[in-house]
């Protein structure tokens, strides 16, 4: 028996239905089908649950500058980074992860980008999903996730709505405009703004603004999304298997960075093997 599937969106779906400016090339919907169609399968689970070293990095980060605010005396302490990486429990980690987790919470304690800040919220990044933001249209509805690392107010009373990065990946606006449409349901009569803050190589993004107008076409855009998402999801659960006519391959050399490359029988990796 088929589980009804309740349309939702997030940043992260938006993401995977659609490449960010420019990337159309590099863009693969069946990585989409891997990991919303056909999660439960043992080796698609298998190979979800295998961190790269990159999101383990983003995630370590994440939690270091929760522990910073935390424990606000780490900050000034000689010793701050070690006692920080101890709660991370960074030596368990590989040498890769260690050595930049450890230089970005360095970076962080000589320039800590939160203090003085009147932050209203800071995640750790593993709380899970957030509680689901219900959106309702004149012909449309879905469920709105939308997990913010951190908001804090601006002297005028604003919220600022501010993403941390790590790497060299560019800035997605998007991921800004599903915050700030998150923030019209979850803090209404608040203005907010956005901005990303890369704690890797301490650079800021520009502050993003958007307008009522420019934020109903962004809800618009994730409906449209929700919608077409859970008709795909709705196909392949009815007992239509072609998965791939469903979630089309767009095998190439990004096929290396894909974490299910050794089972898509359309992988370019596997090519090589």
Same mark, same amino acid.
């Given at each position: 028996?088929?589980?009804?599937?309740? &349309?939702?969106?997030?940043?992260?779906?938006?993401?995977?239905?659609?490449?960010?400016?420019?990337?159309?090339?590099?863009?693969?919907?069946?990585?989409?089908? +891997? !990991?919303? %169609?056909? *999660?439960?399968?043992? $080796?698609?689970?298998?190979?979800?649950?295998?961190?790269?070293?990159? $999101?383990?990095?983003?995630?370590?980060? $994440?939690?270091? !500058?929760?522990?910073?605010?935390?424990?606000?005396?780490?900050?000034?302490?000689?010793?701050?980074?070690?006692?920080?990486?101890?709660?991370?429990?960074?030596?368990?980690?590989? *040498?890769?992860?260690?050595?930049?987790?450890?230089?970005?919470?360095?970076?962080?304690?000589?320039?800590? +980008?939160?203090?003085?800040?009147?932050?209203?919220?800071?995640?750790?990044?593993?709380?899970?999903? &957030?509680? &689901?933001?219900?959106?309702?249209?004149?012909?449309?509805?879905?469920?709105?996730?939308?997990?913010?690392?951190?908001? +804090?107010?601006?002297?005028?009373?604003?919220?600022?709505?501010?993403?941390?990065?790590?790497?060299?990946?560019?800035?997605?606006?998007?991921?800004?405009?599903?915050?700030?449409? %998150?923030?019209?349901?979850?803090?209404?009569?608040?203005? %907010?703004?956005?901005? +990303?803050?890369?704690?890797?190589?301490?650079?800021?993004?520009?502050?993003?603004?958007?307008?009522?107008?420019?934020?109903?076409?962004?809800?618009?855009?994730?409906?449209?999304?929700?919608?077409?998402? $859970?008709?795909?999801?709705?196909?392949?659960? *009815?007992?239509?298997?072609?998965?791939?006519?469903?979630?089309?391959?767009? &095998?190439?050399?990004?096929?290396?960075?894909?974490?299910?490359?050794?089972?898509?029988?359309?992988?370019?990796?596997?090519?090589?093997?």
């Amino acid at each position: 028996m088929s589980i009804p599937i309740r &349309p939702s969106a997030s940043y992260y779906l938006w993401s995977l239905c659609a490449p960010c400016g420019g990337k159309k090339r590099w863009h693969c919907q069946m990585r989409r089908g +891997f !990991i919303k %169609a056909r *999660q439960q399968e043992p $080796q698609v689970k298998a190979l979800s649950r295998q961190a790269t070293p990159s $999101q383990r990095i983003g995630l370590l980060a $994440q939690k270091g !500058i929760y522990e910073f605010h935390h424990n606000l005396h780490l900050l000034r302490k000689p010793d701050g980074v070690e006692r920080v990486a101890k709660i991370l429990k960074l030596n368990n980690c590989v *040498q890769e992860v260690q050595k930049r987790v450890r230089q970005i919470l360095q970076n962080y304690q000589n320039a800590p +980008f939160l203090l003085g800040k009147r932050i209203l919220l800071l995640s750790r990044g593993d709380e899970g999903f &957030p509680k &689901p933001i219900f959106v309702q249209g004149a012909d449309y509805c879905f469920r709105l996730y939308a997990a913010m690392d951190c908001i +804090f107010t601006e002297s005028a009373g604003i919220l600022h709505i501010l993403d941390f990065k790590t790497g060299k990946s560019p800035f997605d606006r998007r991921q800004a405009l599903v915050y700030l449409l %998150a923030a019209r349901y979850l803090y209404p009569g608040f203005k %907010a703004i956005a901005s +990303f803050y890369n704690v890797e190589y301490c650079h800021q993004s520009e502050i993003i603004k958007v307008t009522k107008s420019e934020l109903d076409r962004v809800e618009w855009e994730l409906a449209h999304i929700a919608k077409k998402h $859970q008709q795909d999801l709705r196909k392949y659960q *009815q007992g239509d298997k072609n998965f791939s006519t469903i979630f089309p391959p767009n &095998p190439g050399y990004h096929c290396h960075y894909c974490p299910f490359n050794s089972i898509c029988e359309f992988s370019t990796v596997r090519d090589l093997t």
